[in-house]
């Protein structure tokens, strides 16, 4: 089982950056794939971005290419999301999720995290 705690969200002007992390807890963090999803006001959740247990493969959604990284580091059982050139339409609270299997959908996603703000103001 994994426990996920993300943490780094704030406010911040659009063209910025801003840095999430999501600590896991329990000894299983290698065996799963971690995604970013995150979810603005009045909309679904909708996949940001996801990268496999070894880091060998990474996956963007299009509004996110080129802006947003991925990474992990296992042996702090953390997963990052180095968010740049912000804009408006970024805000939202963002989610780490872990999988099995890397994927964009979030029904296949057996853990999640409580969330982080991310506010980007125009």
């Known amino acids: 089982q994994v426990q996920l705690v993300e943490s780094g969200g704030g406010l911040v002007q659009a063209g910025g950056s801003l840095r999430l992390s999501c600590a896991a807890s329990?000894?299983?963090?290698?065996?799963?794939?971690l995604g970013w999803f995150r979810q603005a006001d009045g909309k679904e959740r909708e996949f940001v971005t996801a990268?496999?247990?070894?880091?060998?493969?990474?996956y963007y959604a299009e509004s996110v290419k080129g802006r947003f990284t991925i990474s992990r580091d296992n042996a702090k059982r953390t997963v990052y999301l180095q968010m740049n050139s912000l804009k408006p339409e970024d805000t939202a609270v963002y989610y780490c999720?872990?999988?099995?299997?890397?994927?964009?959908?979030?029904?296949?996603?057996?853990?999640w995290g409580q969330g982080t703000q991310v506010t980007v103001s125009s």
């Open positions: 990268i496999s247990r070894t880091s060998g493969n990474t």
């Open positions: 329990g000894r299983t963090f290698n065996y799963y794939s």
């Open positions: 999720a872990a999988r099995v299997w890397p994927g964009k959908h979030e029904a296949g996603y057996d853990y």
